[in-house]
């Protein structure tokens, strides 16, 4: 086997499912809250869901999971999906949308590359939203290599550019 063999360099994550307790509450949290559309459902235990009209960026099911209980926290499993906005103003948008409905926050982040707002969906799944900074603004070390950080995020600053 090659040792020196590197993933394509245009190669992109396409979509996370989740295994959750309950469907219509996930929908509302994904699709109500947070504005994804419902692409398709799979039977009545499972839902495809997207920004855009993509066939899918989320897959939600509660084939193995239905009315289960929440993961412990320090167990293996998915840490945080992370959703990539376009633009800051996008994320304060989201922001403000999870504020005015009092959604609790576990934390808000600045990266240096990006900012990050974090929450948990009603199953406990990580949920990361951010945006990118221009590839050109990112911090670097001496070497050229990115410098990445986690510092607060200012919330009253990035609603400003709502």
Known sequence: MKTNYTVPSNTRI?????????LQRSLDFYCGLLGFEVTMYYGEDAAFISAGGYHHHIGLNTWLSKNASHPPRNATGLFHTAILYPTRKDLATILMRLLDANYPL????DHGVSEAIYLDDPDKNGVELYWDRPIEEWPRNEDGSIQMYTRPLDLNKLLEAN
Not at 14 to 22: T, Y
Not at 106 to 109: F, L, N, V
């Open 106 to 109: 576990t934390g808000a982040s």
């Open 14 to 22: 396409g979509h996370v499912h989740l295994k959750v307790a309950d």
